[in-house]
């Protein structure tokens, strides 16, 4: 960032944080005017005894406001979703939406917020700054710690019928309220937990490294990243570990806030291909990509690069900025390993054919822009075969 630049900072107007936050949904409802909530989830949260959905019905009913269900998001979630999902929310005459569950529920969310309130389909809407009316009251309920989908200004939606993911970035987009309650998030999956922590390091590493970083994201994204350094492992290891759970759940949030404001890189721009062509989990994708990605941005600030293998726990001593640099690509290397995420991408199916033609989407995908290296289209079909 240059001294004479002025930069802004989005977050929702309220955030929770900690055990029990959950229970504040109904009064936060109440507060914002609600009368009728569509609760946006998947059908496994639905269906758990006393999860995360059970907890947002039972404090509902408390606070006196009236709700109805669209449960049918899917990972990665798609154009259609959010068509499904805005019809129930006009023909039962709904004034709220509030999202349970990681990303997917909460973009899904985010994208019938705008299909409510602007005509014609979501793609229309792709790039940044294109919404011109406010969208409904979105409650963003958090229950895994790894996207920030809750706290950001980012929809992320796939196009079923091209399979590209496409991004609406808009200031209207952030909910008005987040929940981050990390009792909700104990005893989730390890490769669950895995993937979506690693999501949240990509976070954090491309808003630290991004030429739109300025001081203010910079001071999330270190901390996100020690926290992430420090806590994943443990988290992965034993799912009900509320003490690493915690520090994760902050970690995401604050990585969230961090690249809601500094933007992201190569390593999104890319994985949104592979989420969209491939369905491939969009961790894993991050995760696989983020170290060969930025090896390659090394040269961009090796100083950058070198205060991250500090911040992930590496003896920089006596080193030179260029060596230290390249111990944080093998810290992320090291992270990936131990939790459990794939090595390559030719694991997951994906084919060297496709290059290309995620090479020409990546280009134009919104988080390219803000990449502290610039490349061209063969640039990133080499870091796709580094990756495969």
């Excluded at 229309?124 to 920030?148: F, H, K, M, Q, R």
């Excluded at 592979?274 to 961790?283: E, I, Q, T, W």
């Excluded at 810290?331 to 694991?347: E, N, Q, T």
């Excluded at 290059?355 to 610039?374: C, H, I, Q, T, V």
Aim: charged share 20%.
């Amino acid at each position: 960032m240059r001294m004479y630049d002025y930069y802004d900072y989005l977050v929702p107007s309220v955030n929770f944080l900690g055990a029990g936050a959950v229970k504040v949904v109904g009064e936060r409802a109440k507060i914002l005017g609600a009368k009728k909530a569509l609760i946006v989830t998947d059908k496994f949260l639905r269906s758990v005894p006393d999860g995360a959905v059970a907890q947002v019905e039972v404090s509902l009913k408390e606070a006196g406001i009236s709700y109805v269900f669209y449960d049918s998001v899917e990972p990665n979630p798609k154009d259609r979703n959010a068509v499904e999902g805005v019809k129930i929310f006009n023909d039962e005459n709904c004034d709220m939406i509030i999202t349970v569950g990681g990303g997917s529920a909460h973009d899904c969310g985010k994208g019938i917020g705008i299909m409510a309130t602007h005509p014609g389909e979501l793609f229309d809407y792709a790039g940044i700054e294109t919404l011109a009316n406010p969208l409904p009251s979105i409650i963003a309920v958090n229950t895994t710690a790894g996207t920030g989908s809750e706290v950001t200004r980012h929809c992320v939606i796939t196009n079923s019928k091209t399979k590209i993911k496409f991004v609406i970035v808009s200031w209207r987009n952030l909910p008005s309220v987040s929940i981050n309650d990390p009792l909700l998030m104990v005893g989730k999956p390890a490769a669950l937990t895995a993937s979506t922590g690693m999501d949240a390091l990509t976070h954090a590493i491309e808003a630290y490294v991004s030429k739109d970083a300025n001081p203010v994201t910079d001071a999330s994204a270190i901390q996100a990243i020690k926290l992430i350094s420090n806590n994943l492992r443990q988290a992965v290891a034993l799912g009900d570990n509320l003490v690493a759970r915690e520090n994760m759940c902050y970690a995401s949030m604050l990585a969230g806030m961090a690249f809601n404001n500094a933007n992201l890189g190569y390593v999104h721009a890319m994985a949104h291909q592979l989420g969209g062509l491939y369905d491939m989990p969009h961790g894993v994708a991050n995760a696989i990509l983020l170290p060969f990605v930025e090896k390659w941005n090394v040269i961009s600030n090796p100083q950058r690069f070198a205060d991250i293998a500090e911040f992930m726990g590496e003896d920089i001593q006596g080193i030179s900025v260029l060596d230290a640099a390249e111990k944080s690509i093998d810290a992320m290397f090291r992270l990936a390993k131990d939790v459990g995420i794939p090595a390559d991408l030719s694991s997951q199916g994906v084919k060297a054919e496709d290059f290309e033609y995620m090479a020409d989407w990546a280009l134009k995908d919104g988080n390219a822009f803000s990449n502290p290296r610039k490349g061209n289209k063969e640039d990133i079909v080499a870091l796709f075969t580094s990756a495969f």
